[in-house]
């Protein structure tokens, strides 16, 4: 199996910024689409941004002025650069991200989630 460890969370003032990574370890064979998901209190887990193997981005509407997410394939890391950040971007931060990786002596492909990170937008 592998593992998706998230860091970078914390509290922050409005206008503040953070930048969030995401490193996978395993035996990992290569990694198509990776992203980062939030969810805060009372709501529905939803799509941040994601970026394929290749470069190509998807934004949520609400944050694409102000995020820029980016991945090092080297390091099978990807990273979220928060900037102007504001109280609506409290949530839990969790990176996924499909792996295709070897268990033993096979070959399998798996959809994966961090443990998720704290972000706290506040005065």
């Known amino acids: 199996q592998v593992q998706l460890v998230e860091s970078g969370g914390g509290l922050v003032q409005p206008g503040g910024s953070l930048r969030l990574s995401c490193a996978a370890s395993?035996?990992?064979?290569?990694?198509?689409?990776m992203g980062w998901y939030r969810q805060a209190p009372g709501n529905q887990r939803e799509l941040v941004a994601s970026i394929a193997r290749g470069g190509s981005t998807n934004y949520e509407d609400s944050v694409k002025d102000r995020f820029t997410i980016s991945r090092d394939n080297a390091k099978n890391t990807v990273y979220l650069q928060m900037n102007s950040l504001k109280p609506d971007d409290t949530a839990v931060y969790y990176c996924?991200?499909?792996?295709?990786?070897?268990?033993?002596?096979?070959?399998?492909?798996?959809?994966?989630w961090g443990q998720g990170t704290q972000v706290t937008v506040s005065s």
């Open positions: 996924n991200a499909d792996i295709n990786y070897r268990d033993g002596s096979l070959y399998k492909r798996r959809n994966s």
């Open positions: 395993g035996s990992i064979l290569s990694i198509s689409t």
